[in-house]
């Protein structure tokens, strides 16, 4: 409340008004403060529905099977061919437990059918204890365990025992950046970001499915998602789409787009969904200039500063400021935004901070394990990111997946549930799907008397059963699932080039406006 203190101090100071006005002021501000400001990327959607309940199906991506799938049917099927595929996990002894729930969850959803391997890393030997328990988890399908390298899991030597590296890893703890003061996490993230896929018992197989300890699988997965994704052309598949906290990436974008230049790397379309296309403002105005985007944001500035500029020009008159609630708002909204990522904003783009959420991937090995995903990966080594800043793997992987990916590679796995900590994503039932019969592969599967949530239009999933305590991410964050749904309801390549607006022009017409508000309030 300090603001609100602030922001009365100086309208004390500006304007001789009276107590009572000054109270409903203060009652409208903090009224406003609780009901009109909503971060961004919060904001849902512009549209009539929220996105849970919308058909997000286009001609480019959709959900392999509209309805769950006769799965003994399915494997019977001539030309199906189980793929060169596993899970991987990198975890820790101690997270045993977690891990068996992870185990449980992907068995009975899907793997009790397919049977698919399971590589498990770490960084530490496993214990024996462990191997055993998710031996009996597994059900009898093959399981790997594996040691990570030094090389592999640490930083580089000049780099792992300099101040530079102890101070940097600190300092992120003091500004508080999540999980910044970790240095294991700072780990993780590299190995993630370019080394799990050199793993040998990774490079056994053709494509993976990460999973992570304690996550959890809400609808039953009825087909292959490796074989369909073979069939369809596609090459990485994602389930959960938000955007990263800022402050753990701020130079990331930088670099990938030096990278880009020196290498003169051809950008595929899936860029297009991790970059704010922004329009060139003109203006002699370089505050405006810096804080504008797009030509969505440009009326909204721009009626903004005219609107503190009538205020503080009234202010500076003494005359009453009751009727310019407006003015006011717009200077509150003004002191608390956060400046765009000016850093970012060369050749016309900035990253939105959009990313895929890796620990659920569905992917083919060569998405990374190529030339020029490789050497990003160096380059952004030599950079020093993920230790003096806190790059986690998932924004790394969208941005390197951009450089070789395009759009139609990429497929959206709306049909599978799937939680990871608080965040999760559970699909509206398929009409109809009660009418292909579970059938179980093993007693310890058997369900009784389960009542699955009724299908509904546009549902994709089979058998769902959502939690009702927590909200669906399309709803909560769909900033992202926005973006990617208005790309792919477009026709490959029709993408929309900078808007030049003359910012002169439209701060002129919309002062005029304004006052001829003004003008007509008083007659
Ligand atoms: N072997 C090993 N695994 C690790 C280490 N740090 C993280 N992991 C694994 O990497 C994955 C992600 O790490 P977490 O710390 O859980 O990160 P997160 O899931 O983003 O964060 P939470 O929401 O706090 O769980 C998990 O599968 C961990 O088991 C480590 O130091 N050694
Ligand atoms: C078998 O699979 C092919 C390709 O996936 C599909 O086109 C065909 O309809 C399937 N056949 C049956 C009987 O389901
Ligand atoms: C699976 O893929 C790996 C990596 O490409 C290859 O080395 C291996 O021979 C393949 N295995 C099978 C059974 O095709
Ligand atoms: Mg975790």
Redesign the pocket.
Known sequence: MLLVRRVKNALLKCFHCNPTVMSILIALIILWMIFGSEPEFLEVTDNFLPFSKMDLATGRDRPFHPNCVNTQNYLLNSSYTKQNASFV????NE?LK??IKTIHSIEEHFNQWFHYPYVF????PFEEHFKAKVLDAAMGAHVEFGT?DEIS?NFPSNVKDSFEFHNAIENQGDRSVL?GS?E??H??CRF?SGLFYKHPLVQKFEWYWR????VEFFCDITYDPFWEMFQNDKKYGFTIMIPELYWTVPNLFRHTKSFIRQEGVKLRSLWKLFTKDYDIFESDDADLRNWINSGVDARAKVSEKIAIEQLLKKGAESRSINDDKEGIMNLIKRARSKKHIVEDKFFNEEYNLCHFWS?FEIAQLSVFDNDIYNSFFQYLEKSGGFWKERW?DAPVHSLGLSLTLDLDDVHYFRDIGYR???IRHCPRNAVGNEEVNYAASDSRFERNNIVYDEGRDYGCGCRCICPKSKREIEDSVGFCVNIWFNLMKQHRGQERQADVLNGNEMEKSIREDYLKQFENQFF
């Open positions: 996990m990198l975890t820790r997270e977690d891990v890393l770490n960084d530490q990570i899991w999980y970790m294991s996490y780990k993780m993630y999973l992570e300890p304690d620990n986690g990871h900590s608080t």
